[in-house]
């Protein structure tokens, strides 16, 4: 029996090799991550998600059933890299160190993560507020662990340096996670306008600003 026209012109259909359910969550994962470095969270799409882990969309669905699920735990994942980040950039001998050059090290090191790491950063620092519906218990939660963390961070370095003892450090971690957000937007959506070095430069000049360094010494 011979196939019709049709059929026989038809290309057949591509399908994504079988994997471990694990493995395919983390390459969904990427995939929404690399979608990501493109477009806003709003404008994220189980479609455009698909395409770039290069599956069809039943593929997806198996393992995330909802756009706000797959965000969810993207979001997990990221904080978790995200604080690893923060973790392993923190310089390890600011105790005994100058106070100004600990209070300043503590606090570049947490906002220099968000510059090489654009994408992430703009992610789980994102406003809830801002953001779907869907996406907003998720967000809050994401950024709260990223804030008792940061608040960590800055307390130590704060207490190295009586001129910080009248400081709040919860004001202070809020601005710093903004700071952070924006450069990380930035670096992201306009990056031959706001390249890394442009950056780091604003960065060591608003550290130096905050802990007294001379314009002259901030290199």
Do not use: C
């Not at 979608?35 to 969270?41: A, H, K, N």
């Not at 735990?73 to 978790?80: G, Q, T």
């Not at 937007?185 to 706001?194: G, M």
């Amino acid at each position: 029996m011979t196939k019709s026209r049709g059929a026989a012109g038809r290309p057949r259909r591509r399908y994504a090799p079988r994997l471990p359910r694990e493995q395919r969550r983390a390459q969904l994962l990427d995939a929404a991550f690399t979608v990501l470095s493109r477009v806003e969270l709003h404008e994220l799409s189980m479609e455009a998600v698909a395409a770039a882990a290069g599956v069809g969309k039943p593929v997806l669905y198996t393992v995330f059933k909802t756009r706000a699920e797959l965000v969810e735990a993207l979001l997990e994942r990221e904080r978790e890299r995200g604080l690893e980040q923060v973790a392993t950039t923190l310089p390890t001998d600011l105790i005994g160190a100058d106070p100004v050059t600990a209070a300043s090290a503590t606090i570049e090191a947490f906002v220099g993560v968000a510059l090489d790491n654009p994408t992430r950063w703009r992610l789980i620092l994102a406003t809830p507020g801002s953001a779907p519906d869907e996406y907003r218990a998720a967000l809050r939660s994401s950024r709260t662990g990223i804030f008792d963390q940061a608040e960590a961070l800055v307390r130590m370095g704060t207490a190295l340096d009586s001129r910080w003892a009248a400081v709040d450090s919860a004001l202070l971690t809020n601005s710093l996670l903004s700071i952070a957000e924006m450069l990380g937007t930035l670096a992201v959506s306009e990056p031959d306008a706001y390249p890394k070095e442009r950056l780091e430069e604003f960065v060591r000049s608003i550290v130096g600003l905050l802990v007294g360094v001379p314009a002259a010494e901030r290199q």
